[in-house]
């Protein structure tokens, strides 16, 4: 037979692996646990009548252990999920807790209330936007530091020694007696002949290069011969065979037109 009583004081005094003692006081871990206080009315392990809420993938359950049930350990705890509604999962509590003692119903209830509070707050956080600060260890910035110097080095060590024996090999340093690689050989090749193939190019753009330049200088000289313009048929003479003499030679604005008067 199960007495709540020798339980309590062989927990409280003896040893309990779920009681945790803190400067402010002694608290229990027991995820059952009611209110998380370690005393005589909160333990679930010394109390046949018990009942509390748990939360489980974000839904919460009244749990409810009762003595008729204490031979059997794997059906020991009854649980009722409650609705996402306050309200209406206090009168769920109300409605299977109507014969248990009201402090324990009045603790049931208050934490509810703290866990509704609860998931309220972590909904507003989720929703706000923070900063997340990342740490990178001071050994693998050193190291990459390192890396890029000793990349950088390399890659200006190897140009220079490719262009110098470029240039050797170009002036015939050598001679004969080398031994340069087919796919260097064929890369400068390549090189080579764009850049022929690019000076012909800009070679054929200058010559068909068309300019515009002014007109002839000499265009005053169309204002002196503006005073002809007023000479009429009467200025001149007409002799027998039809023939005007004295004509004079009027040259218009436009050059492209003569007309003798």
Known sequence: MQ????????????????????????FCRNPYNVTGICNRSSCPLANSRYATIRDIDGVFYLFMKTIERAHRPKELWERVKLPRNYEK?????????????????????QRLTKMTQMRMRMRKLALKTREKIVTTPRKEKKREARRE?????????????????????????????????????????????????????????????????????????????????????????????GMFENAILIVPLSLNSVQYL
């Open 3 to 26: 007495n709540d009583e020798v339980i309590w004081q062989i927990l409280r005094h003896k040893h309990c692996s779920f009681m945790s003692k803190l400067e402010t006081g002694i």
């Open 89 to 109: 999962a206090l009168e769920t509590i109300d409605k299977h807790l109507i014969y248990w003692p009201k402090l324990l119903v009045h603790k049931t209830k």
């Open 149 to 241: 110097e000793k990349a950088e080095k390399a890659a200006v060590l190897e140009k220079s020694i490719e262009n110098e024996l470029l240039e050797r090999l170009k002036k015939g340093v050598y001679g004969d007696i080398y031994n340069y690689p087919v796919k260097e050989f064929n890369k400068v090749l390549d090189m080579e002949q764009q850049e022929a193939a690019s000076e012909d190019e800009l070679e054929e753009e200058e010559e068909a290069v068309v300019e515009y330049v002014e007109g002839y200088d000499d265009l005053e000289e169309e204002d002196d011969m503006e005073d002809f313009v007023g000479l009429t048929m009467k200025d001149t003479d007409q002799n027998d065979d």
